[in-house]
């Protein structure tokens, strides 16, 4: 079936070193989109990437869209305490009318 | 700022009953989902559905899952006969149209307890 792989499934870093998380679907996406979900909340939109090699910004997250339009990251740079919480690729598969969730990667701040 | 609203935020019923969720999509979107999610674990698709039909449905959306969108603005799940594994948080989501590239907007989410 359409799955998304993402890892790693669990970081934990010191406040101010970097964080990646990598998404990698096993079929072409129109698009790809991540969410973030703080402890006991609900998925919050963050961004949506589209083009083939596509990369945005927002502030200290950097996203990436693979040329393939298979794979995906989300990169922040100096990790704050607010950075806390679950991060999701969401990827809708180039004919289907769903987004499907990766599993998620669970960031945890030291400070 | 427009939201997705469910209710209740927390559900506790005895394993064999019927459960409702109610979610209020935001107002001009035609697209509406279901997710699950277990404690801990991935964001799970359940059911897709547009212009009162049924348009997608996992595995997961057995024959004891059902929704309906009974007055144009309620959007409802249903699960006839819980079992212990329906334990989860369910997450309502509304898209505004068709093409991929709008964002889903998920609502709190209603935590159900099976006991």
């Known amino acids: 079936g359409q799955q998304v792989m993402q890892i790693p499934q669990y970081q934990h870093v010191q406040e101010g070193e970097d964080f990646t998380t990598y998404c990698n679907s096993s079929?072409?996406?129109?698009?790809i989109q991540w969410y973030k979900q703080r402890p006991g909340g609900h998925p919050v939109f963050l961004i949506q990437?589209?083009?083939?090699?596509e990369v945005k910004k927002q502030k200290r997250l950097t996203f990436q869209f693979g040329e393939a339009k298979k794979n995906s990251s989300l990169h922040i740079t100096a990790t704050q305490t607010t950075d806390v919480g679950t991060y999701f690729c969401a990827g809708f598969m180039e004919y289907g009318n769903k987004l499907v969730f990766g599993a998620g990667t669970i960031l945890r701040v030291k400070s | 700022e427009p939201e997705v609203t469910q209710t209740p935020s927390h559900q506790v019923t005895q394993m064999g009953q019927e459960v409702i969720l109610r979610c209020v999509p935001i107002?001009?979107?035609?697209?509406f989902y279901w997710y699950r999610q277990i404690l801990g674990q991935k964001v799970e698709f359940l059911v897709s559905?547009?212009?009162?039909?049924?348009?997608?449905k996992s595995e997961i959306f057995d024959d004891q899952f059902s929704v309906e969108r009974p007055d144009g603005s309620n959007f409802t799940l249903k699960i006839r006969s819980t079992k212990l594994e329906d334990s989860a948080m369910y997450f309502c989501a509304s898209r505004e149209r068709q093409v991929p590239n709008t964002e889903a907007f998920f609502g709190q989410g209603t935590r159900l307890t099976v006991v």
């Open positions: 990437l589209v083009k083939s090699g």
């Open positions: 079929t072409t996406l129109s698009n």
């Open positions: 559905f547009y212009n009162n039909e049924i348009s997608e």
């Open positions: 107002s001009n979107h035609l697209y």
